[in-house]
């Protein structure tokens, strides 16, 4: 395929809004109508592919037409989920940073103190040398 017709065919699988299995038949339709068409035209630019097969958009269109109800409902409650997934998140992650930052308790120093008591009590008794007076 020549620039054109690569840049065509790019365009169209954006504009392709269904599943994996799905986009990858469609594009495979769309190449072979690509392929049949450069036999044609060995070099068409872009104005020749738009009036061969519309804007990318309205192929795009044409070819989805050829999907299920059912394909189509797949792909969209993918999309919904993957979008509820990122909300869900992204909720989170600020809830998280709310906590973080302004909710969660700054530490407490603690600082500890060693003391040494010396009792005199009955415990301490003069040496036998402090005794004898000597």
Same mark, same amino acid.
């Given at each position: 395929?020549?620039?054109?017709?690569? &840049?065509?065919?790019?365009?169209?699988?954006?504009?392709? &809004?269904?599943?994996?299995?799905?986009?990858?038949?469609?594009e495979e339709h769309l190449t072979s109508?690509?392929?049949?068409?450069?036999?044609?035209?060995?070099?068409?630019?872009?104005?020749?592919?738009?009036?061969?097969?519309?804007?990318?958009?309205?192929?795009?269109?044409?070819?989805?037409?050829?999907?299920?109800?059912?394909?189509?409902?797949?792909?969209?409650?993918?999309?919904?989920?993957?979008?509820?997934?990122?909300?869900?998140?992204?909720?989170?992650?600020?809830?998280?940073?709310?906590?973080?930052?302004?909710?969660?308790e700054k530490p407490v120093e603690i #600082? #500890?103190?060693e003391f040494s008591y010396i009792s005199?009590?009955?415990?301490?008794?003069?040496?036998?040398?402090?005794?004898?007076?000597?």
């Amino acid at each position: 395929m020549n620039e054109a017709a690569t &840049h065509y065919r790019r365009e169209v699988r954006r504009c392709l &809004h269904c599943g994996r299995a799905a986009k990858r038949r469609l594009e495979e339709h769309l190449t072979s109508l690509l392929n049949a068409f450069l036999e044609d035209d060995s070099a068409p630019d872009r104005a020749a592919l738009v009036t061969a097969f519309g804007t990318p958009e309205e192929l795009a269109a044409t070819l989805m037409e050829e999907l299920t109800p059912e394909e189509r409902g797949q792909w969209k409650r993918q999309w919904l989920a993957a979008r509820v997934v990122c909300v869900v998140l992204v909720l989170l992650l600020a809830a998280f940073s709310i906590y973080t930052f302004f909710l969660k308790e700054k530490p407490v120093e603690i #600082t #500890t103190y060693e003391f040494s008591y010396i009792s005199g009590g009955a415990d301490n008794s003069a040496s036998p040398a402090d005794e004898s007076g000597e």
